[in-house]
């Protein structure tokens, strides 16, 4: 088969019933964000090469742009890229606009990066993301760390994909219990490094790589790790806090920071999205210096997290000369969606936005028929006249039926509606469009 006929490698694209499916998820995430008051936005899909330079070794990843032919010679190096995940962009945008936001200022956005990496399952180069932040000045409340634990829950529980688990944790926490061990400065850095892998490679691994690390005795590594390597019910976070009796000040800061978002989640807590503490969350970026997040879907933790986040002292500081303290989570979508698919979470029976099909017993009626499709249209119903009155009627029943569509409605030739439930198997004979209206909207 020609290459011409394939999408390009680790550029996804789907059939119109998985489609419609991923675009149900983006309008639950919408409402749900809109909800708690995060301000849709969306940022260019091009930055400047300079803006996306500060992220260090992703920069290898970017895909630049070359110019356009009317702007400059073909083969000058470009000086734009497309972006690679939509907090840079933002946090560009928050110092461009300084002026004109009003902080705490929430944001949320839905929308596509592009990362030149190796296509594998669950991993691509052009990828939605799902991103709601709120960032203060100078100073941030924690009552936004425990907020958005809560939007993420409700989002993943109006998907409708089955139980989940959110885990959160410390930065301050975890490198305040790290110190009490001797780790500090590279150490530090390096141990927080093996932590956050520990659940690829191992308890024992990790045992033996924080001895390497840190110089640990093998009691004290398997002490450390014992400490750590649990997840607690955040109903139950005070026993195992106050459990810890440390003089170090970073960790009771972690501690009693902790406790704060504690108090503030535990109420969202649900029996199918449930919230624990996860003392080993490490997180891999730099930039988190508080709360972190990792969410994974119960049974199916093989796939990592899905959704993840935390709290950063800075988001902006490259662009303004402000502090900017934020706390931030995101949604990788298309990594979502490729694990329902791949585990068959949702049903994919619908091919069609269209609600209901106007069926016709012969060519003369499309005329009547398309003054009733307006008439259902502006009822707020997706509707199609059927393409070929000259079909026999069970056909055009079948048609709708394979699409997925909910009803279809029949002008009787003698008047009156007959309105089928093709999902319920159900028929009813009204002899107005309002009533027909009313049936179809119970």
């Given at each position: 088969m020609s290459d011409k006929l394939h999408a390009p490698s680790?550029?996804?694209?789907?059939?119109?019933?998985?489609?419609?499916?991923?675009?149900?998820?983006?309008?639950?995430?919408?409402?749900?964000?809109?909800?708690?008051?995060?301000?849709?936005?969306?940022?260019?899909?091009?930055?400047?090469?300079?803006?996306?330079?500060?992220?260090?070794?992703?920069?290898?990843?970017?895909?630049?742009?070359?110019?356009?032919?009317?702007?400059?010679?073909?083969?000058?190096?470009?000086?734009?890229?497309?972006?690679?995940?939509?907090?840079?962009?933002?946090?560009?945008?928050?110092?461009?606009?300084?002026?004109?936001?009003?902080?705490?200022?929430?944001?949320?956005?839905?929308?596509?990066?592009?990362?030149?990496?190796?296509?594998?399952?669950?991993?691509?180069?052009?990828?939605?993301?799902?991103?709601?932040?709120?960032?203060?000045?100078?100073?941030?409340?924690?009552?936004?760390?425990?907020?958005?634990?809560?939007?993420?829950?409700?989002?993943?529980?109006?998907?409708?994909?089955?139980?989940?688990?959110?885990?959160?944790?410390?930065?301050?926490?975890l490198q305040g219990l790290l110190q009490g061990f001797g780790a500090e400065g590279d150490k530090l850095t390096d141990a927080l490094r093996v932590i956050d892998k520990i659940d690829k490679v191992g308890f024992k691994q990790t045992q033996t790589d924080l001895q390497v690390q840190l110089g640990l005795s093998e009691e004290a590594a398997h002490s450390l790790l014992t400490l750590i390597d649990k997840k607690i019910p955040i109903s139950d976070i005070e026993s195992y806090l106050s459990g810890i009796e440390t003089t170090n000040p970073l960790l009771e800061e972690g501690k009693a920071e902790l406790r704060t978002i504690a108090a503030l989640v535990k109420d969202s807590a649900t029996e199918k999205g449930k919230i624990v503490l996860n003392p080993k969350i490490a997180r891999g970026l730099d930039y988190y210096t508080g709360s972190v997040y990792e969410t994974t879907l119960d049974g199916l933790e093989k796939y990592g997290s899905i959704c993840s986040g935390g709290r950063y002292a800075d988001l902006a500081s490259r662009f303004i000369n402000k502090s900017l303290p934020g706390v931030g989570i995101s949604i990788g979508l298309s990594r979502l969606f490729s694990i329902i698919k791949q585990e068959k979470l949702m049903p994919f029976n619908k091919q069609t936005v269209t609600d209901v099909m106007i069926g016709l017993f012969g060519e003369e009626q499309r005329a009547v028929a398309n003054g009733v499709a307006r008439v259902l249209r502006e009822a707020n119903f997706n509707t199609e006249v059927h393409p070929d009155g000259n079909k026999k009627i069970g056909k055009q029943l079948e048609d709708a039926s394979k699409r997925g569509i909910g009803h279809m409605v029949m002008i009787e030739s003698e008047g009156g509606y007959t309105v089928k439930n093709l999902e319920k198997r159900q028929q009813e004979t009204f002899d107005s469009i309002d009533k027909v209206i009313h049936f179809m909207n119970h």
């Open positions: 680790g550029f996804p694209e789907n059939l119109p019933a998985e489609q419609i499916a991923e675009d149900r998820i983006k309008d639950v995430m919408r409402k749900v964000y809109s909800r708690y008051g995060y301000t849709p936005l969306e940022t260019p899909a091009v930055e400047y090469i300079d803006t996306l330079s500060g992220a260090g070794e992703i920069k290898k990843e970017v895909y630049g742009i070359n110019r356009a032919a009317g702007e400059g010679t073909e083969n000058q190096e470009s000086d734009r890229g497309l972006r690679f995940d939509l907090t840079v962009p933002f946090a560009r945008y928050v110092g461009e606009h300084f002026n004109d936001l009003r902080f705490p200022f929430k944001r949320s956005a839905i929308g596509k990066v592009w990362r030149g990496e190796r296509p594998q399952k669950g991993r691509f180069r052009e990828f939605y993301q799902a991103d709601i932040d709120v960032i203060g000045q100078d100073t941030l409340p924690l009552h936004y760390d425990a907020e958005v634990v809560s939007v993420v829950r409700e989002v993943l529980e109006g998907i409708d994909i089955g139980a989940f688990t959110i885990h959160i944790n410390h930065r301050k926490f």
